[in-house]
């Protein structure tokens, strides 16, 4: 059976053309639009908000991480036929939404504003948006909507 027979469409999809999607956005941002890559941790009002060249200096190595994970994406798990290629990224990518999350979370603590009543639409909503990805990778790891030999479930 062919891996993309094995792999659910959701998964599929996700994986193959919604993360590149969401990778090449970053790219973007971090080289052309700094301050929307910035902004679900430090408001453009803040004092930490400005962008310094030490915050484009980090942001354009981020930019050159997504831009490579996109690639890796739309080629690499295309390509393969090996599975374990496919749990073994999802789950280096899990580990980076967790870093993601971890470090909103510092940045809204640094300021004092670590609360649903505190945040921002803009911090909020990226949360919920790394968190649903992280879901699905996780998702992804475990199995769900797999079979014990791999094949995809069918619903009746």
């Known amino acids: 059976m062919s891996l993309r027979a094995q792999i659910p469409s959701v998964y599929w999809y996700f994986c193959t053309l919604i993360d590149p999607l969401l990778s090449l956005s970053a790219v973007y941002m971090n080289y052309f639009q ?7 941790g430090f408001a453009a009002s803040s004092p930490y908000g400005k962008i310094t060249p030490s915050h484009l200096f980090l942001m354009h190595q981020f930019g050159g991480t997504f831009a490579a994970w996109a690639f890796m994406m739309t080629t690499m798990l295309r390509e393969t036929s090996d599975m374990k290629v496919w749990t073994r990224f999802q789950t280096a990518l899990a580990f980076t939404d967790v870093a993601v999350l971890y470090s909103q979370v510092r940045a809204l603590e640094t300021q004092g504003r670590l609360g649903w009543g505190m945040l921002r ?5 990226n949360a919920i948006i790394v968190v649903v990805i992280l879901a699905i990778r996780l998702s992804f790891v475990a199995g769900v909507g797999f079979t014990k030999n791999g094949a995809v479930k069918k619903s009746d």
């Open 34 to 40: 700094s301050s929307l890559f910035m902004d679900p």
């Open 121 to 125: 639409w803009e911090e909020s909503s």
